[in-house]
């Protein structure tokens, strides 16, 4: 008897277990238990159809998966943890994700994904850890990360990240630390970290940041790491973060900062500033609960100048870490144990028995000693300033480059001075200099090797000068210049061929010259690889060639006060991630449907106002097309801005389609479409939507959902002139009815736009 229940038990386990295998993909181990589903390096090109729904863990390392499709895990809704790390994933789909509701840990490290689409996380709800380390990670799209509400932790350590944008991380309210150490980071838009308020600590070490980033850091960071970056110099106030407790500012350049440096930062309680240039330090005033500081490593030189620190330190409470450099007989010496007697001046002026009498008492209570005044070497008519390692010979009538600057001079000021010519190596000795200025110096002509040795140099003004041309080998020597400034010149072409030097050139300016056209040949994509602003304002531009401007990480584009007819679309097929676009004050006649489609996704900012008497039309048909319904799910959904002030729109019944859209897409997007009457007189400067004019329109109100006709094209009625004597606004009204659609019009059913009396 006791054998019947043994053997139901036998045969209920069988069928359990034959049950598990069929769920179980062939090439993988399932463990029923723990609900876990393990295929590591089995060569899988796409993620195993027969994964049992209940999984709850699943890894998929070391395989092949290339592309995540829309619905790649739509069999497994209940994971928790998902692993793809190694599965050279070069792309993740949009909607990849959007069943995983439940999953709380996404590892996709060690692959090659390029860019973060926007929404490429949809669906990860409740995801607390994402790791994209040592990915190929190089753009963050806008809205990457806006569903990721309840992320803890975000890894882009070892990617290839060289600029944050504003709101790159908007919608993560709970993220508690981000990692973007190992990237090649030089530049943080303002806002980059805005909306963290819950972030706490940020890793930015081993990057190219060459000053830190006061603007960009948010209050609520605790622990920040910035170890490995070129940073020479912290002034004032540099570190302004209430709430910041550890600071790591080792293995960097620092050569000197300032004793205010971290006056806003009064909760400090650890900086290690170990493995820097520093040979003297000052006092550190604002932290009032500074426990440790980490000087190991630095070329620390103990003498009676660092007495003040050393009783300040002792005064507070403050362990010093590190040792002295020299003199000879302190050398290795812990700076901890030092005593005032041992920190001695022997020079001028220096009193040896003065020294022997003082004690620790005398010493501590007394002023802190000043930073010696060093006697520096100068150009004649120059001024020098080694504190903060600034020089200027600002309009003193120099005709050639002065020499013999200090060696680690930052700054260099010479604008306003008479050069005419600047030959090869003319600032030699220069290698620290990060800033150099020579704007209105009536420069003609730049010699090739001009700043040769100039390794550090990240900002150049060369503005208001006499500039035509510039060789290929003007930049060369200066390989780290960021951001160049070539405003009010005389340049006939896009100097491409001379900026082939400056791979990590950022920001061009180019205002106010003589460029009449961009050709292909030596532009942006293979000259400038990483160039994120282009200003081209009031030039004479009247055609810009197909890849002239292709770029992919163009973001800010302004073509305004040109001669271009047209809107440059062909030209702008390949600026997929443009956010600001510039085209006022030019006279542009036509605005095709599709004008602004290749940069659809990542437009935020478009500026069309000013375009001169044949606007009209254009803006019509723009708003037609752009804001109909089928053209919200793709075109421009991501506009925050249509700047269409001071363009001739004659405010009348024809112009109603535009008011409707303003008013009822600036209410439900939150687009703000700025637009103003040009015609009548009497209506001229008034905005758009707030004209009552259109009140009187048939039409002017419809029903709840009503269906309004919008036609891609633009309208073939030619409006009555302002300017025509003794006729009313009535009149023109009347003249000025909208065309009726056709019958193949109304047989094709065109795009409809939706509006109701609420929105109006």
Known sequence: MRSLPAAVVLVTLAVSLHVEAGKCPRVCSCDAAKLAVTCVGKNLTEVPPTIDEITVKLDLRINNLQVLPRGAFVLTPYLTHLNLQRCNIIKVKEGAFRTLGRVVSLNLAYNKIDILYQEAFDGLSSLKELHLDHNRVEEIQPGAFSQLGFLNMLALTRNQLVYIPNMAFQGLHNIKWLRLSHNSLNNLAPEAFAGLFTLSRLSLDHNELQFFPTQTMTREVTHLHMSHNPITYLGEESVSMAKLTHLRLDHMSLQDLSDKALSRAPLLSHLDLSHNQLRYLEPISGPKQLATLNLTANPIYCNCY??????????????????????????????????????????????????????????????????????????????????????????????????????????????????????????????????????????????????????????????????????????????????????????????????????????????????SKLEPAGLLSSVTPKLRELYLTNNTITSIAKGALDSAHMGILHLDSNQLKEVPTHALSQVPNLEELNLSHNSVRWVGPNAFHPMSQSLKRLYLDHMGPHFPEPVLALFKFQMSRDALAGPLTSLEVVDLQENPLMCDCPLLPLRRSVQSFTGINGLQVIATCGHPPELRGQKVRDVQVFMSCPHSSSPPNEEVFVDPRPPKVRRPKAKTPGVKAESLKAKAKPPKPTKSQRQRKPATLKVTKKTL
């Open 306 to 515: 660092m007495r003040p620190l050393r009783a300040w330190a002792k005064l507070g409470g403050v362990k010093l870490l590190g040792t002295c450099a020299g003199p000879a007989h302190l050398s290795e010496e812990p700076l901890q144990v030092l005593t005032p007697l041992d920190l001695r001046c022997r020079g001028r002026g220096e009193a040896p028995k003065d020294e022997l009498e003082e004690n620790d008492e005398s010493t501590t209570s007394s002023p802190p000693t000043a930073k010696p005044k060093q006697k520096v070497k100068c150009p004649v008519n120059c001024d020098c300033d080694i504190e903060v390692l600034h020089a200027t010979c600002e309009g003193r009538g120099h005709t050639k480059v002065p020499r013999g600057f200090p060696a680690k001079l930052q700054l260099l000021d010479l604008r306003s001075n008479h050069f005419h010519f600047l030959p090869a190596n003319s600032f030699p000795g220069s290698s620290h200099v990060l800033s150099l200025h020579l704007e209105f110096c009536k420069i003609h002509e730049i010699e090739g090797g001009a700043f040769q040795g100039m390794k550090n140099l990240f900002y150049l003004y060369l503005s208001d000068n006499d500039l035509t041309s510039l060789v290929p080998g003007t930049f060369a020597g200066a390989p780290e210049l960021t951001y160049l400034h070539l405003e009010g010149n005389r340049l006939g072409l896009f100097p491409g061929s001379a900026l082939a030097p400056l791979q990590n050139l950022f920001v061009l300016h180019l205002e106010k010259n003589a460029i």
